[in-house]
């Protein structure tokens, strides 16, 4: 199984984006491309993320499961673009799948 690193925003936020077999993501495959994700330990709350987090109350110290590939552009746009990244797993809208 892949690891891929933390990624790193403009703005000092910093998630860890897994993808695979024994992840929380859609398809839960090898390869992808992934729908949904998952992410984990954050580096600060969010509100885009929240409703997906395992621990609510523990929001930096969680997993976020099944996360849609959209929500997690919008949340690495909304911290200003990516940095830094190990690399993150390849992500499509669904809609682009649907249409």
């Not at 600060?44 to 969680?62: G, H, K, Q, V």
């Not at 690495?76 to 673009?81: E, I, P, Y």
């Amino acid at each position: 199984m892949k690891n891929y690193g933390y990624v790193e925003c403009k703005s000092g936020f910093s998630v860890s984006i897994q993808a695979g077999r024994s992840n929380y993501c859609d398809p839960r495959s090898v390869n992808g491309p992934y729908f949904e994700v998952e992410l984990g330990f954050p580096s600060a709350y969010d509100s885009l993320i929240i409703e997906y987090a395992e621990d609510r109350d523990n929001p930096t110290n969680t997993v976020y499961g099944y996360v849609p590939s959209r929500v997690v552009w919008d949340l690495l746009s909304k911290h200003g673009g990516i940095i830094s990244e190990g690399e993150i797993p390849p992500m499509v809208s669904r809609e682009v799948n649907d249409g």
